[in-house]
């Protein structure tokens, strides 16, 4: 490799590990300890705020916090989710939410601490999308100067938090309905401990949902009766004025814009969530790539590696580079959003376009990593079905980053709406990387724009349930289309220079790749024709005959063997590491 090459990609590399910290021994040794149940779930997130707080571990910083859901994701995706929502939402929101009051105060230092456990109560057993429809009551009684929290009905279960109680206690940011004096103001968050000195809080109510399947996460249903919130427990921020005998003004007038402004945090969960999948794509390509390479089979030309194959070559180099791309993409997001988190630690709510990126890059990512550890289970053959070898907790963890902090399929309907209504239109392009590629999908999301911008003019620019049940593909197209060209033109302003070959190889093959899955909707839409599509599709088969190695060589930069990723397929005798624990266990 000549030398403008070799630093074109030592400069991508850079950026491909997994998180931006060292990885101790004794955090290595926590992170690798297998759990088989919530319990000891539970116990190992404990150590892990243990691990935080005796190593003064930054956590109030966007940009560390995503850092170390990148480390602990590819060892285990139920604390990932725990560390989730103690510090995103939990943490969070109060912190964006909180008046510094004793009592707030108190409970916050005790979660910053690793003294106590946060979770977060929105959903509910008849409420999950429709967060603003909850039915959970907190109203205000002046002559006590407590809310009395109540769950109505079974509709108003919260379903499914972490809360079933454990060795630390568990501090809740619960969203409710606030009414005072017989009005309601909508949905605002409320704190409170869920026990105190080992006993629930009177009337609350506790029941677990046991484990799902390989990923041990402490769900309950929760509920409440006449449970008494003090006054400081309102999470309100500046967006409403309470007096203790219950005079209320309003800042935030709109029902809307409050909503916004408490549900702030778990639209920066998305992204954590994100990132969690990207990493666990990561990780299942350095495993089956070191499968690849290490398992033999019998060819056409005699003993060889499975690699060999190009079905399976090809294959893994197409997942890696939908991976490196949306690496390299989802870190200048995050930098993106931690700077204007810490610039705005207060009443903080997420500009409308930022806002939508975020989403529709969840539902991007956290999609293709579901084919790519699809690809990778298969590709490992039964290997690939055992939790030894991690691929399958994969997927199941991935099965939650798609429904977490918002379905992906709902998200990325409302996004396409948006888009429209917004008149979020225009993508940028930037002038000095012109790829003959780009203005494909461009034109493709022009068309899609044009068509549904159409339907809203003649409809007094308003959506339907109609309207939109008919036409979900060209929405759904229109939000997949829009998140693409992001991630082109901002990894483009991020990471291209005249002299990185790599990265424009990069690109090129995420283009096409990405024409290639909607090729039949370009042709119907006729953006592209028969000849052009033949062309491209020669130019694809091309490109990557020419290119895999050179893209595989890239999964060694994803730094997987360094934060502690062992597997049996990925060792470098597989066959010794299942026979030597064969031999333990006839012993035992």
Same mark, same amino acid.
């Given at each position: ?12 590399? &850079? ?49 560390? #916090? ?27 929101? %109060? @912190? +964006?939410?909180?008046?510094q009051t004793p009592y707030v105060e108190d409970l916050y230092q005790k979660l910053c601490s690793g003294r106590a456990i946060g979770v977060y109560l929105a959903t509910e057993l008849a409420h999950g999308n429709d967060l603003i429809s909850i039915e959970t009551q907190a109203n205000y009684l002046p002559e006590k100067g407590v809310f009395m929290l109540n769950s109505p009905s079974q509709n108003a279960y919260k379903f499914m ?9 568990? %501090? @809740? ?13 909508? %949905? ?57 005998? $219950? ?33 666990? /794509? ?6 089956? +790539? ?11 030309? $005699? /003993? ?42 207060? +009443? ?10 975020? &989403? ?24 690939? #079905? ?10 199941? *963890?991935?099965?939650?980053? %798609?429904?977490?902090?918002?379905? +992906? ?62 036409? *979900? ?35 090129? $093959? ?57 597997t049996p397929i990925s060792s470098n005798d597989y066959i010794s590491w299942y026979a030597n624990n064969h031999h333990q266990l006839k012993n035992n």
């Amino acid at each position: 490799m000549n030398r403008s090459l070799s630093d074109s990609k030592s400069k991508l590399t &850079s950026y491909l590990g997994i998180g931006n910290t060292e990885v101790s021994d004794n955090l290595l040794e926590l992170l690798k300890s297998t759990c088989g149940s919530y319990q000891s779930s539970v116990k190992k997130f404990i150590e892990l705020l243990k691990y935080i707080r005796n190593n003064n571990i930054h956590t109030k910083s966007f940009n560390e #916090l995503v850092a170390l859901h990148e480390l602990v994701a590819p060892h285990d995706c139920a604390v990932v989710s725990m560390l989730s929502i103690h510090f995103n939402l939990a943490i969070g929101t %109060i @912190a +964006n939410l909180g008046l510094q009051t004793p009592y707030v105060e108190d409970l916050y230092q005790k979660l910053c601490s690793g003294r106590a456990i946060g979770v977060y109560l929105a959903t509910e057993l008849a409420h999950g999308n429709d967060l603003i429809s909850i039915e959970t009551q907190a109203n205000y009684l002046p002559e006590k100067g407590v809310f009395m929290l109540n769950s109505p009905s079974q509709n108003a279960y919260k379903f499914m938090p972490n809360t079933t109680p454990c060795e630390l206690p568990k %501090i @809740a940011v619960i969203l409710a309905q606030l009414n005072v004096s017989g009005k309601k103001y909508g %949905i605002l968050p409320f704190i409170l401990p869920l026990s105190v000195n080992g006993k629930l809080t009177p009337g609350v109510k506790i029941t677990p949902l046991g484990d799902k399947p390989g990923f041990y996460l402490d769900n309950a249903i929760t509920s409440f009766d006449n449970v008494e919130i003090p006054f400081e427990g309102l999470l309100a921020g500046n967006m409403i004025t309470l007096t203790r005998d $219950g005079k209320i003004s309003l800042q935030a007038k709109k029902l809307r814009e409050r909503f916004s402004l408490i549900t702030n945090r778990v639209h920066s969960g998305k992204l954590c969530m994100a990132m969690s999948s990207i990493t666990a /794509a990561k990780s299942a390509l350095h495993i089956t +790539n070191a499968y690849g390479n290490k398992r033999q089979t019998f060819g056409y030309s $005699g /003993a060889m590696p499975i690699i060999n194959y190009s079905h399976f070559k090809e294959g893994i180099a197409w997942d890696t580079l939908s991976t490196i791309t949306y690496a390299l993409y989802l870190r200048e997001l995050t930098k993106k959003v931690s700077v204007i988190l810490s610039e705005s630690v207060k +009443n903080f709510k997420f500009p409308d376009e930022l806002l939508i990126e975020i &989403s529709i890059a969840k539902s991007l990512c956290t999609w293709r990593t579901q084919e790519i550890l699809i690809n990778c289970r298969e590709r490992c053959g039964a290997h690939g #079905l055992f939790t030894v070898n991690k691929i399958s907790s994969y997927l199941i *963890s991935n099965f939650g980053a %798609i429904t977490s902090e918002g379905d +992906n399929l709902v998200l990325s309907l409302k996004a396409g709406g948006t888009i429209i209504l917004n008149k979020m239109k225009k993508i940028h392009e930037k002038t000095s990387f012109q790829h003959d590629l780009f203005p494909i999908l461009h034109d493709y999301m022009n068309f899609l724009y044009e068509k549904l911008n159409s339907l809203i003019v003649s409809n007094n620019k308003k959506i339907n349930l109609d309207m939109l049940n008919k036409h *979900s593909g060209d929405f759904l197209e229109l939000s997949q289309t829009y998140a693409i060209l992001s991630v082109v033109t901002t990894t483009i302003d991020a990471y291209y220079d005249n002299n990185n070959d790599d990265f424009y190889m990069i690109i090129e $093959g995420y283009l096409l790749d990405c024409i290639h899955r909607t090729m039949s909707n370009l042709l119907r839409s006729e953006v592209i024709n028969l000849q052009e599509a033949k062309k491209i599709d020669e130019r694809r088969i091309e490109y990557i005959r020419q290119h895999a190695d050179r893209i595989n060589d890239y999964i060694a930069s994803f730094g997987v063997d360094k934060i502690g990723i062992e597997t049996p397929i990925s060792s470098n005798d597989y066959i010794s590491w299942y026979a030597n624990n064969h031999h333990q266990l006839k012993n035992n």
